[in-house]
């Protein structure tokens, strides 16, 4: 696949998943562009990456702190989003690079990002995980953890919660994953009034759930496989 061709395919794409997300907040009466499109690149190259940064979209996320320094040196111009597990080991590369970390899922990663925070004298943006399926597999708090993890943030100079963040468990039918993102949305209201924290993000909704998520609240959805499916060597 040459360059033009390329770039075809995804401008479609992406205008595709657009259309998609403003029929969803219009279902929901909400303004399309309270919600932000995460193109998540972790299956394809950095020249991919670039070439979605040059059609508009440039916020890019991806889940390996090795592979967001590789590509954000590659991208320098998008806006980086590290949406998988951070080691506490890779904060200090991970952080300068990056607009949101949407991942934090432990008290010992909090407390390292407000330590690195209050280090450089600006606090560090990020989302808490939260498992609102239950599953065994996926990572975050449980959800009767997270008002106590709350009421510990309001104090935090080196850290600034924007909001929660969940993964719904994987079905055909996208409304199976409706109750996480209630669940979600209920929490983070119930954690606004609790802290005073603004919370004004919700990160949920990926490529086979991401309307359904939209019409619940979501101000961030995180999409790989419907703009990239077989451009993995491109």
């Known amino acids: 696949m040459d360059d033009s061709e390329l770039r075809s395919v995804l ?9 998609r997300i403003a029929d969803a907040c219009r279902r929901a009466e909400r303004v399309p562009a309270s919600v932000t499109l995460v193109a998540v690149t972790k299956t394809v190259s950095p020249n991919v990456a670039a070439v979605v940064a040059e059609l508009g979209l440039r ?9 967001l320094w590789k590509k954000a040196e590659a991208v320098p111009g998008a806006n980086w989003h590290l949406i998988g597990h951070l080691q506490r080991n890779k904060i ?18 909090l407390e390292s990002l407000d330590a690195f925070g209050r280090k450089r004298g600006a606090p560090v943006p990020v989302l808490l995980e939260v498992n609102c399926s239950g599953e065994e597999s996926k990572g975050g708090f449980a959800p009767d953890a997270v008002p106590a993890v709350g009421d510990k943030a ?9 909001g929660l963040m969940t ?12 109750p996480a993102f209630v669940a979600l949305r ?30 619940e609240g979501a101000t961030f959805v995180r999409i790989g496989t419907t703009l990239f499916e077989g451009l993995e060597n491109a």
């Open 167 to 178: 993964m719904a468990a994987y079905a055909d039918d996208p409304q199976t994953a409706r």
């Open 154 to 162: 309001v104090s935090f100079a080196g850290v600034y919660v924007r």
């Open 59 to 67: 916020d890019l996320g991806e889940s390996r702190p090795q592979e």
């Open 11 to 19: 401008a479609e794409r992406i205008a595709g998943v657009r259309a």
């Open 186 to 215: 209920e929490l983070r209201d119930s954690l606004r009034a609790r802290t005073g924290l603004a919370l004004a993000e919700l990160s949920m909704g990926m490529s086979n759930d991401f309307e359904v998520a939209v019409e």
């Open 92 to 109: 200090d590369r991970t952080i300068p690079r990056v607009e949101l970390v949407h991942s934090v899922d432990s008290d010992r990663v």
